[in-house]
């Protein structure tokens, strides 16, 4: 019964996808990421929390002596450690996906709205041609402009922000990167110190 409820509302979401234009349907992704995300933020900290108490608890066994009870405990430890660096590389996945979404979204505003322009310029243009054949001539160029800056947002937002190659990083984002490496170390190794 699960599945087929399941199965039905999953076929209602992609029929609801297909009727969306392009700027609901990024606004959609962003939202159900963000839900998503945040499922797994709360999985996280659920799972941080347990790994808390069974390092308390395996600290508590060496304390007394209880070596077979302290390995047990850091066995499970090593164990979660493994779930939470998967999950905390898939939120950042997505967390970058995110990003990713959001950068097109801002620029498809930027090209819907750059589309709305060009017709009002060539209004004006057509209107100044006989009375002011240079204002025109200006128009004209500013035109060539706004279509010149739409095309490279467009090629940008599929070329640049393609989610199939989502690891190729400059220079600086690698700089960047390594900064964050250092820290995330720095961060683990105070929230999860070596027994």
Not at 11 to 36: C, F, P, W
Not at 53 to 64: D, I, Q, S, T
Not at 150 to 171: C, F, G, H, K, Q
Request: net charge positive.
């Amino acid at each position: 019964m699960l599945t087929s409820i399941g199965s039905e509302s999953l076929d209602e979401i992609r029929k609801a996808l297909k009727t969306m234009n392009l700027g609901k349907k990024i606004v959609y992704s962003i939202y159900k990421l963000n839900s998503e995300i945040s499922r797994i933020d709360r999985f996280l900290h659920g799972l941080k929390n347990r790994e808390k108490e069974l390092y308390n608890a395996a600290v508590e066994a060496k304390m007394r002596g209880d070596e077979i009870r302290a390995s047990i405990y850091a066995s499970e430890i090593a164990e979660l450690r493994k779930i939470i660096r998967i999950l905390e590389m898939s939120k950042l996945s997505l967390e970058r996906t995110l990003l990713k979404l959001r950068t097109i979204h801002q620029l498809g505003d930027v090209v819907e709205a750059a589309k709305q322009i060009e017709p009002m310029i060539c209004d004006v243009k057509k209107s100044l041609g006989k009375v002011m054949p240079e204002i025109s001539w200006e128009l004209d160029g500013i035109r060539e402009s706004l279509l010149a800056a739409v095309s490279e947002i467009a090629s940008y937002s599929i070329e640049e922000s393609s989610i199939e190659t989502p690891y190729t990083t400059s220079s600086e984002a690698r700089s960047v990167l390594e900064e964050a490496k250092k820290e995330a170390e720095k961060r683990v190794k105070k929230k999860f110190p070596k027994p």
